[in-house]
DNA sequence: CTACAACTTGGAGTTAACTCTAAGTCAAGA
DNA sequence: TCTTGACTTAGAGTTAACTCCAAGTTGTAG
């Protein structure tokens, strides 16, 4: 697979596949004789995974420590499950801020909507306006 | 309320809070006759507000649109409307990707569970390793 | 009144994660 | 073989969101 083919399946610029194998956030991609990329069913399940990853807001370093871990093998279990449950905690916290953000924009909006009709904004409670 | 007192009870750096009110993230604080920085509890609503959002990935561009609107009065009720939509439909995609990358970690941490008492680390589907 | 810590400003510096540029190499079609 | 477009690298540039710095001002404790 190109890295054309893969940037196309993922949505992302080759620019970006190249600095994540530059940077370790996925082992180093198969090459054809001449130098060019061609990436295995292995190197796109690895850019699919780091892709998931960074969506969640993991960062490139975890990333990268989580594969050069991988590359030492087994001995690494450990290790690669501790760099998984930080990353778990780090996204369970963030999902919990969103889900305040979110209570508080949907009540915005609702008094939005009155305010549209009405023509007045007020807010119940402790609020900024 | 001075801005130490705002940043101890947000947790954030008096850098941070200047740098809020100078992007026009939250409107101008009030201030002493000297200049100094006294936050009224309104002021206080708007650095919690911005703080809540910001913890969502809200951007400081689209907070401190939101302040400019707030500040032209009541004409501007639909289009402050419309970006607090727009800030809740990027959350919600957001939270949508946190989800999903939630349950793939529980999957692979699962998988390191019972590797690290068998030995041996197995995925049953398409995955990287 | 005098220290002196905490505040002020404008502007420069930092960080993470890309994103772009230049100069060169590879490969498929005419 | 030649052309042309996609690929390669090293390294520089960009962006958002802070974060720090220098130089000066304010206000409180002694």
């Known amino acids: 697979m ?7 399946k993922f949505d992302i610029t080759p620019d970006t596949l190249r600095y994540y194998e530059r940077v370790g956030v996925i082992p180093e991609v198969h090459r ?3 130098g ?3 990436y295995t069913d292995e190197d ?3 850019v699919e995974n780091a892709i998931c990853m960074r969506n ?7 990333l990268a420590e989580y594969v050069r871990l991988f590359q030492l093998g087994d001995s690494t279990f450990q290790a690669r ?9 780090e996204i369970q916290k963030q999902l919990d801020k969103y889900q305040v953000t979110m209570d508080r924009l949907n009540y915005k909006i609702s008094k939005y909507d ?3 009709k ?3 904004l007020s807010w119940d409670d402790c609020e900024e306006e």
């Open 2 to 8: 190109t890295i054309k083919e893969v940037c196309e």
């Open 81 to 89: 499950r501790d760099i998984l449950a930080e990353a778990r905690e």
């Open 56 to 62: 969640a807001g993991v960062s490139v370093e975890m």
């Open 118 to 120: 009405t023509g007045v």
């Open 114 to 116: 009155v305010a549209l």
């Open 44 to 46: 796109v399940a690895w």
């Open 32 to 34: 054809t004789k001449g």
């Open 36 to 38: 060019i990329r061609d």
